[in-house]
DNA sequence: TCAATAGTTCCATACTTCCGAACTATTGAA
DNA sequence: TTCAATAGTTCGGAAGTATGGAACTATTGA
């Protein structure tokens, strides 16, 4: 059985999160997540429905080896959920200095 | 004679801008072109003396791409300035964010 | 036990990054 | 003008990274 890898709280570096955050897939990933206010499985959270599960798997463990989220397994699917607070204690208001920017860079999203 | 592109205040995209920032000697340089408040060639802004001139320039070309600096001949040198005012209008708190949070994440460089 | 589903791992291809070497542009001196 | 020095850019190859298809593992449910 895969268990996961999470680095503790400290070891998060900036440039970990600022890359896994580069890329608007993983991007949307995390927002999606945020939104959706908890958990949600792989193929749930995947903001496009034509890229490849492969490719899918290798984004989550990106942003599981950043310290952006907490990955467990339940049954056959893996529950994701932002660890928004262990970033918040890490890089005070850097998540939602990114999330709410993301807005306004994403153009099928309106600007509130 | 080169001259350079840069981008449109409008066209700066998140992506763009923490893929740059995700890099470590990219970070440390628009810390330290802040730092001076102001411009900096680019043998000067490098944080490091071993970085190849090849590598360094294309640092450089990175973040002018992403529209983060600005940078303009003078003589042979080039200089180079952090559009602090253009990141802030386009994606407010981002820059200060990223940045705040760079001190707790590198050593070297003492809190101002 | 078997099929279905959710993810992971492996591999080949395509794209990036890094550096040394060669090049361009400017300055300043002879 | 010519030559050397300096600051960056561009080129090309080696090493690393991303993508997606195919094969694999683990769990569920019939």
Redesign the interface.
């Known amino acids: 059985m895969v268990q996961f890898v999470h680095p503790a709280t400290k070891d998060i ?3 970990g999160v ?2 896994a ?4 897939i993983r ?1 949307q990933i995390v927002r999606g997540l945020l939104q959706e206010s908890g958990c949600l499985s792989c193929t749930a959270a995947s903001p496009c429905p034509t890229i490849a599960k492969s490719t899918l798997s290798n984004h989550f463990r990106v942003l599981r080896e950043a310290g952006l989220i907490q990955t467990s397994k339940k049954g056959v699917e893996h529950q994701n959920a932002v660890r928004a607070a262990d970033i918040e204690a ?5 998540l ?3 999330l ?3 807005l ?2 994403a153009p099928p999203v309106a600007v509130g």
Chains 1, 2 share one sequence.
């Open positions: 570096t900036l440039a600022l890359s955050l580069a890329d608007p991007l890490r890089f005070p208001g850097l939602m200095a990114i709410a920017n993301s306004s860079d």
